[in-house]
């Protein structure tokens, strides 16, 4: 019924499968053993830097502490960036004004109020002093107003 060879080459593969299985039981024998003789040392210092290492404490005295508080307060901890942040330049603001369109101005008791359609959002009213995209409106005038984009001002008129 079944070939001759195969049952050999088959009591082959099990004979192997048992040697590595017992070579294995005998390896792991002796690394426990090994742990249980010779134990790993958990101890922080080790025999090398014990002997070479003294550390000292950071502050002796409360008084110390105080003290160096008291240096620590007057520094900034973190300082400040030592360059200026970038500053959006009068082709962006040219870009963003390209968004907007003066629709008319009205003078309401001693201010004016803008009216400004905002490309794909509508008309927005505006006064001195709020933001209109990033914008922030620096005055308004009867015939115009004057838009502030960090620093770079850009006037919108009819």
Do not use: C, W
């Amino acid at each position: 019924m079944i070939d001759e060879s195969v049952l050999r080459a088959a009591k082959r593969i099990t004979d192997r499968f048992v040697l590595v299985s017992i070579v294995l039981l005998l390896l792991s024998f002796i690394a426990v053993v090994t742990a249980a003789v010779f134990p790993i040392d958990t101890d922080v210092k080790t025999r090398a830097t014990s002997e070479a290492a003294e550390f000292f404490p950071l502050v002796a005295s409360e008084q110390n502490m105080n003290s160096l508080l008291l240096k620590m307060a007057g520094k900034p901890l973190i300082r400040p960036p030592q360059i200026k942040a970038a500053v959006k330049d009068v082709g962006t603001a040219t870009q963003l004004l390209k968004k907007l369109k003066l629709q008319g101005i009205v003078k309401l008791g001693n201010s004016f109020v803008a009216y400004i359609e905002v490309d794909k959002h509508g008309v927005v009213t505006v006064r001195r002093g709020e933001k209109i995209l990033e914008f922030v409106v620096k005055d308004i005038g009867a015939q115009a107003i004057v838009l502030s984009l960090e620093g770079v001002e850009i006037s919108l008129s009819h």
